[in-house]
């Protein structure tokens, strides 16, 4: 997304969250793009073959973000958080519909390193992420919206820290913790 639209786009959001339906229909097509990109994404990480597209994952994100009345998006890191988190949520719901073993199966161990919190490339690891995930959360609520900001939502360590509301430095560190903390986890479940 281009650098001078992020001001726009959290203008709008703002005006969507009073209720102005005009501004939802400004937002899309600033939006739409950094959707797309984020379903490629995640898309290109799941198994060859996967039949879930592009284009089905951004509507279905797009009718789940539309029916947030009442979300509270605080900037555009915030909403391309959210968006990403129910992406994830989709691909999840689709893997388990699909009959994907619980944690894994006979899939192999997901690897993990600095660079890259996850490439799945199965819908059960998928699936042992989301898990993972899950229990971060009950372990340290805010490490997991780092991870979903950072990693989901493709938020900058300083866009992170401002939805949060805490310094750049505390995102680096929970960044780093909870990279590990999935390791671990993911790890237990291979």
Known sequence: MAQDSHGNVTQLLNHVRQGDSEALGALVPLVEKEL????GGYLRRERPNHTLQATALVNEAYIR??????A???NR???FGIAASLMRRILVDYARRR???KRGGNAPQVPMDEAVLLAPERGSEVIALDEALERLA???ARMHRVVELR???GASVEETAAVLGVSPITVKRDWQVAKAWLHRE???TS
Do not use: I
Not at 36 to 39: D, G, K, P, T
Not at 65 to 70: E, G
């Open 186 to 188: 993911l790890s237990r």
């Open 77 to 79: 890191a915030h909403f």
């Open 138 to 140: 009950a372990h340290d």
């Open 99 to 101: 009959g994907y073993a």
């Open 65 to 70: 973000l539309a029916d947030q009345r009442n």
């Open 151 to 153: 990693y989901f939502g």
């Open 36 to 39: 797309r990109r984020l379903a």
């Open 72 to 74: 509270d998006w605080k």
